[in-house]
């Protein structure tokens, strides 16, 4: 019976991840404010190693359409504004000298639009996870049906299965309504 509590774990721990990992995509995907995780993908070399963004400098937001970036070391800003510049996030970043600026402008409707499009792909593949976990759990328990583990429990932990699946999956649709409604509002 502990192997069918370790699969009912395994799955909810996998499903977990995903949603967690949606999240974490939706969190880059721009609503038309600006805000510090929009750069968090970015690394740069910095001596050497590659190295996120986040650790080589401060990044705030002092209002609504800006992003500040304020190296640790001045001699880093030709190499972070080259990094964000590369980074395909579509920003044009200012440099003072002292500090880089990011001016966040407003989203069209057509942009917002392709932003939900994105929002919704990236759902479907945390979804798509979701899915494979289960399928992957579920075999697991088929394989303990054929290894001689009672009926009666493996359908019950079939039936757990499904009910985590569907838990999982409802928390990635509302990540995505409220991402929705996040990109959409003006």
Known sequence: MEDIDFYLEQASEMMDKAVKHTHDELVKIRAGKAMPSMLDGISLDYYGTMTPLNQVASVTTPDARTISVKPWEKKMIPEIEKAIINSNLGFN??????????????????????????????????????????????????????????????????????????????KVEELLVAKEKDIMTI
């Open 93 to 170: 970043p200012q440099n003072d000298g002292e500090l880089i600026r990011i001016n966040i402008p407003p989203l069209t409707e057509e942009r917002r639009i392709s932003l939900v499009k994105q929002a919704k792909a990236e759902t479907e593949n945390g979804k798509i996870s979701i899915r494979n976990a289960r399928k992957e759990i579920m075999d697991a328990l088929k394989k303990l049906l054929k290894d001689g583990a009672p009926e009666d429990a493996i359908k019950g932990a079939e039936e757990e299965v499904q009910k985590i699946t569907d838990v999982h999956s409802t």
